[in-house]
């Protein structure tokens, strides 16, 4: 009697579980094809609170992100237009939007969104990280089998153990120096950049909105952020961390 109470229970916690899972689904799509609706009558001010609702509920589409942008753009409100720019690039990896990211930088003069060839270079390693790290961890096993293998058999490969420490080292540098740094917007005109984490600390600059800085760290309410080659502070409500 009581294992079949306990698999009632586990049954109904189950259905509960996925039912409301996909309750909410239906729910977010509900308010997505509603914001989309609006958005297709030009009710745009409207569309982009729905969609600004849906994401702050963590969900979103593509699409939904450059439809934000595009709102922001018309509305002058160039720093949300970019942040949405580039969660739009984070959901999608479109690399046009990357030409629609340094248009709007150019016409504004804002900085972070330079392309070299070394930025080319990186935001393709950055693009392709996950499957560089499963290539390697796969070499360093590979080659570490066929090293132990032949050790077994009496033999000493030694410079197949150099080659297999050599790409272990890689990819311990790799997976500790590899990942995407933080970045974010800066989402209001006349951003005050501190010397230190206090209002009291010396002002750097004061900026307008829509530059990218890199996020090197948080002190309470305060970003540390790069700016100009050297590290600076700004207020965390100034800043729209580019995260989906």
Do not use: C
Request: charged share 15%; no cysteine; proline share 3%.
């Amino acid at each position: 009697m009581q294992s079949r109470v306990l698999k009632f229970l586990a049954i109904l916690g189950l259905t509960l579980f996925f039912g409301a899972g996909s309750l909410h689904a239906q729910v977010g799509r509900f308010r997505l094809q509603q914001a989309d609706s609006l958005y297709g009558k030009k009710k745009y001010t409207q569309s982009l609170d729905h969609y600004a609702s849906i994401l702050g509920q963590h969900e979103y589409t593509p699409a939904m992100l450059l439809k934000m942008a595009y709102i922001e753009e018309g509305l002058n409100r160039i720093g949300p237009a970019l942040y949405y720019l580039n969660l739009y690039y984070l959901a999608s990896n479109d690399k046009q939007v990357l030409d629609k990211m340094e248009e709007l930088a150019t016409k504004y003069n804002l900085k972070g969104y330079e392309h070299t060839d070394a930025d080319r270079f990186l935001t393709f390693y950055h693009d392709y990280y996950l499957p560089i790290s499963i290539a390697l961890a796969a070499l360093a096993v590979l080659l570490l089998s066929i090293t132990f293998a032949l050790r077994r058999r009496g033999r000493s490969p030694l410079a197949l153990g150099i080659v297999s420490m050599l790409v272990l080292l890689v990819l311990v540098v790799h997976i500790n120096l590899g990942e995407k740094p933080s970045t974010g917007i800066v989402g209001n005109a006349n951003t005050y950049l501190m010397d230190g984490p206090s209002p009291g600390a010396a002002v750097i600059s004061v900026i307008d909105e829509g530059h990218r800085v890199e996020i090197v760290g948080h002190r309470d309410v305060w970003v540390q952020v790069m700016w100009n080659g050297a590290t600076a502070y700004v207020k965390e409500n100034n800043l729209l961390p580019v995260s989906l």
